[in-house]
């Protein structure tokens, strides 16, 4: 069984950084296209971000392209999300979620594994 875990989050102000990463066990994340997503308090789960399964092709939200870079390190079974410049509208869980599918997904029922999410909290 596929369990993904997140971590990486936390309290920031606005203009600051930070790095989640999502790590899988249960099997090979190379098998998975792998995707961050965020759910706001009274919102619903939003795609953010989606790298294929060998990392080659990535994809972003209007809302954080050039502040958000996804990445992968298949040999660590980890996936990663590059949060710069943080706004407070940034707040939000974030989720990860693997996509046994090779075909590009901004939909959440897409994703056949999630993780539990990790709290991200940006202040002004």
């Known amino acids: 069984q596929v369990q993904l875990v997140e971590s990486g989050g936390g309290s920031v102000q606005a203009g600051g950084s930070l790095r989640l990463s999502c790590a899988a066990s249960g099997t090979t994340s190379s098998y998975y296209a792998m995707g961050w997503f965020r759910q706001a308090s009274g919102k619903e789960r939003a795609f953010v971000s989606r790298?294929?399964?060998?990392?080659?092709?990535?994809y972003y939200a209007d809302s954080v392209q050039g502040r958000f870079t996804i990445s992968r390190d298949n040999a660590k079974n980890t996936v990663y999300l590059q949060i710069n410049s943080l706004q407070p509208e940034d707040t939000a869980v974030y989720y990860c979620?693997?996509?046994?599918?090779?075909?590009?997904?901004?939909?959440?029922?897409?994703?056949?594994?999630w993780g539990q999410g990790t709290q991200v909290t940006v202040s002004s």
């Open positions: 790298t294929s399964r060998m990392g080659s092709n990535t």
């Open positions: 979620a693997a996509d046994r599918r090779p075909i590009y997904s901004t939909q959440s029922y897409s994703y056949d594994y």
